[in-house]
């Protein structure tokens, strides 16, 4: 039942604690939004906000009724029959009606609210006009303008104090209770409002019991169709008194409460964060915690992951033969360029692995990679899965959110590129030598050193020959061949065969470098790409997620 009924004692409605927690709802709602919701609801959700901190910075427990309707619907001579004197001025001459008039029961002021209601027409009901005003104490009447007047300002007078009124009483006729203007213009756009609204049909004397009964059954229906589902509807004479003390008493029932002002207000939170709303999805897309596969691949192709990973297969197998190679051959390694030196991603493995602060160190706080930019194949897969990630996450969203979504999805300039290539620099490409490096190189270094004892020890003996000493010391042999011979032989065809075994196992060990280091270029790679595309994405959706969950609040 609604609470204007009669025998209510009291409106039931929110809380002042409660309309301002649904009031800052809406308020953070439209800070968070921002451009993404529609202007015009925001403009009328903040005039809203900004009504709710004002009406209940109001001091006193007054409400604010206002008798609205056509013109010659009575609501003058209404208004004077509730109030029991000739306040307002009733006439033929329309429009009668220019200024709203207010009458006040009680003793509380009413200054502050009749100034923020723009009400200059004031008249205060004591006892002697009305035998009942005790039971109205609070109560602040008003008689508005015909919101149908020919004259533009009236109008616009009607319009703002319905604005700001705590309970709305249309004002009707017999003649005019179906008009559209009353029901498509002010009914249906306050229908959030049903439990502070009242519907009047004057004038009702004119009309027989039954066809009285009639019009009151028809306003109803009206009524209804408007969305104010439990419509109250009063038959009214203000020449007759037919229905006055009936009204005056649901008035007394809205004062009794002092809940009308906040059930008013509440309506108009719950009525524009609806209207917010429509700029909001009902759910959100549920985007992964990591960036996609496709993704990854699509970005570790532009950051020239596949050169990188070939650079360390190359890398790999120069300082393979660097430490395991022919000790009289292996210093023309020097004179070749590197092949991640040349990329300024020099690796930090090898013989130097026990120096403190690398090239790569100072590198990657000071500069950049010198890998080569991105093809324009590249850039169109990199275009492609962003796109892709944008567009399934914007999915259902409003055209505003999803717009934003796709913005997110796609940096603008050069920041993806930069942020690849400080993820391919920052990477570390440290890795331990393998054990076989240090074994092959001990061998070579004996068997390097056998062949020059062998090669000093043939010198030597050919010296004695030389000086026809070769018979005071005889050379030692095994079997036929001089072991001098044997030692310079041997050692050289070892380290040659040496040599040839660590080639072939840098071949096996250079691509699983390679891969190892792949998987760590692409961790990198997903990383950036969760911080640079996917983050973006995730921060605008939980914006619209909060955004939603504030207006749900709000029009609770």
Not at 55 to 83: C, D, E, P, Q, Y
Not at 185 to 196: C, F, M, S, T
Not at 352 to 369: K, Y
């Amino acid at each position: 039942m609604s609470a204007l009924r009669r025998g209510k004692a009291r409106v039931q409605g929110v809380s002042a604690d409660e309309l301002m927690s649904r009031s800052r709802a809406l308020a953070e709602a439209l800070d968070a939004g921002g451009a993404e919701l529609d202007p015009r609801a925001v403009a009328e959700a903040r005039q809203v906000t900004a009504k709710v901190d004002e009406r209940l910075g109001i001091t006193g427990g007054h409400t604010v009724v206002a008798l609205a309707g056509a013109t010659g619907s009575g609501k003058s001579s209404l208004f004077n029959a509730l109030v029991g004197a000739e306040v307002a001025a009733p006439g033929v001459r329309r429009p009668t009606t220019s200024t709203p008039t207010a009458a006040i029961w009680g003793s509380e002021p009413a200054g502050d609210l009749l100034t923020w209601l723009g009400v200059g027409a004031r008249h205060f009901v004591t006892e002697g006009d009305d035998a009942v005003a005790g039971t109205l104490d609070g109560l602040v009447l008003l008689d508005l303008p015909d919101f149908d007047s020919r004259e533009a300002s009236h109008r616009a007078e009607a319009e703002r104090v319905l604005a700001l009124a705590d309970v709305f009483v249309w004002v009707t006729d017999p003649q005019k209770y179906a008009d559209a203007r009353l029901h498509d213009d002010y009914v249906q756009r306050l229908r959030a409002h049903e439990a502070v609204m009242i519907a009047v049909l004057n004038h009702a004397d004119r009309l027989s019991e039954a066809d009285r009964k009639q019009c009151l059954a028809d306003l109803s229906r009206l009524l209804k169709a408007d969305g104010v589902a439990k419509a109250q509807v009063l038959a009214t004479s203000a020449r007759t008194g037919l229905g006055v003390d009936e009204l005056r008493q649901r008035l007394a029932n809205v004062v009794a409460g002092a809940a009308a002002a906040r059930t008013r207000l509440a309506g108009d939170v719950r009525t524009v964060a609806a209207e917010v709303r429509k700029s909001v999805a009902d759910e959100e897309y549920d985007l992964p915690s990591r960036a996609t596969p496709v993704l990854v691949d699509a970005l570790a192709r532009a950051a020239g992951v596949s050169t990188v990973v070939t650079a360390v297969d190359r890398d790999y197998r120069a300082s393979a033969v660097e430490a395991a190679g022919w000790p009289f051959t292996r210093w023309v390694q020097s004179f070749r360029p590197k092949p991640l030196r040349r990329l300024r991603l020099e690796p930090r493995i090898g013989p130097r692995t026990e120096i403190t602060i690398s090239e790569g160190d100072v590198r990657a706080v000071l500069g950049r990679s010198s890998l080569p930019p991105p093809t324009p194949t590249a850039r169109a897969a990199v275009d492609l899965a962003t796109r892709q990630v944008g567009e399934a996450a914007a999915a259902g969203l409003p055209m505003r959110w999803a717009n934003v979504v796709t913005d997110a999805a796609t940096p603008p300039g050069d920041t993806i590129a930069d942020k690849l290539d400080q993820a391919v620099v920052n990477t570390s490409l440290r890795a331990r030598s393998p054990l076989w490096w240090g074994v092959a190189s001990f061998f070579q270094a004996v068997f390097a050193l056998v062949a020059v004892v062998g090669v000093v020890w043939l010198l030597g003996l050919f010296l004695l020959g030389f000086l026809q000493l070769d018979q005071v010391i005889a050379t030692p042999t095994w079997g036929p061949l001089p072991i001098p011979l044997l030692m310079l032989v041997g050692g050289l065809l070892a380290g040659i065969i040496l040599a040839g075994l660590s080639r072939f196992l840098a071949s096996i060990g250079g691509p699983r470098r390679a891969r190892m280091m792949e998987r760590r270029l692409r961790d990198s790679i997903e990383v950036t790409a969760t911080e640079t595309v996917m983050d973006p994405i995730r921060r605008v959706l939980e914006r619209h997620r909060r955004v939603r969950e504030l207006l749900d609040e709000a029009a609770r």
